[in-house]
């Protein structure tokens, strides 16, 4: 099994931005019936422990639940760091735990990609008093997969799924089967929805998600056909492009095809870079052979100046 699934998914601000593994699924239950109360749920009598002498029977007060401190929250982080959209999916709490819910969500954003575990806790504040609305749910499961506790993970987008009836989440979940050394269960959940009726980008997430867990099943021929669909176009860049191309290197540099993978590392990186310098749509633009070519010239020049540098050294 592949031991680096797909962790670059983000908790979700929304409004134009949406978020990019461990086994923790809880204490296991005992047997059936073990320690069940009886007598109105007092302990059978003959189970009650005997008191020694000058002991009471007096119950100890102390809290057996420990208190759960929440991580700190920089003043200046306000609800207005979310998008609306996600604001008005807390609208359902009251005011005061709309506020705190959404503060400890915008932490978790913002802590995600350098401070993974950091972030988790802001998650896990924010599940304790808003833990019925999806966004919280979702960002639960985002950082628990970030953290590497696929259980939880895969738990977490179970539920937000059945409280927001959607599937945009499925590629994580894929992805959280894989992390959990189960990679046919994954593709078993990879087709138990038509592929036909998610988004586009999820779409491209999905094929990426199932060719990983054909490498962890050895079967990189498959894993390469998993790729090969509609959105794997050189000539054009969408924000899903660059993950796409990547992983299609990566697949062929795994069947030995290193000529080609270089090609496709290449597109990757035209791609990400014409995506990231583009302000006018950043989510789709023309990529033009000759910036394919630039790009070839300018790792050229590069190699002439690297070269060039060496005869002068040996000359010295």
Known sequence: MSDNPRGDRRPPRRDGERGRRGDSAGPKQGPRGAGKPTHAGKPHPSMAPRLRRGETAEPDNKSVRPRLEDPPIPDEVTPNDLGKDVRNELKTLTAENQE???????????????????????????????????????????????????????????????????????????????????????????????????????????????????????????????????????????????????????????????DEAAEWYRRADVASAALTTDEDDEDFIEVFEDELLEADASEGDDHDADDGAGSAGGAE
């Open 100 to 258: 705190y819910v959404a503060r400890h969500l915008a932490m978790a954003a913002r802590l995600i990609d350098e401070d993974p575990a950091t972030a988790h806790l802001h998650a896990l504040s924010a599940s304790r008093r808003g833990g019925r609305i999806g966004v919280v749910r979702e960002t639960l499961a985002i950082t628990a997969y970030r953290t590497a506790d696929y259980a939880l993970a895969l738990r977490e987008l179970r539920t937000y799924r059945r409280i927001t009836g959607k599937d945009d989440q499925l590629p994580l979940m894929v992805d959280s089967e894989r992390g959990l050394g189960r990679p046919e269960r994954a593709l078993e959940l990879a087709r138990s929805v038509p592929r036909g009726t998610l988004p586009i980008p999820v779409q491209v997430e999905l094929a990426i998600a199932m060719s990983g867990a054909r490498l962890d099943l050895g079967q990189p021929e498959l894993a390469l056909a998993e790729l090969e669909i509609p959105q794997l176009d050189p000539d054009v860049a969408f924000s899903w492009s660059p993950g796409l191309f990547d992983a299609y290197a990566t697949v062929l540099e795994e069947l030995g095809r290193a």
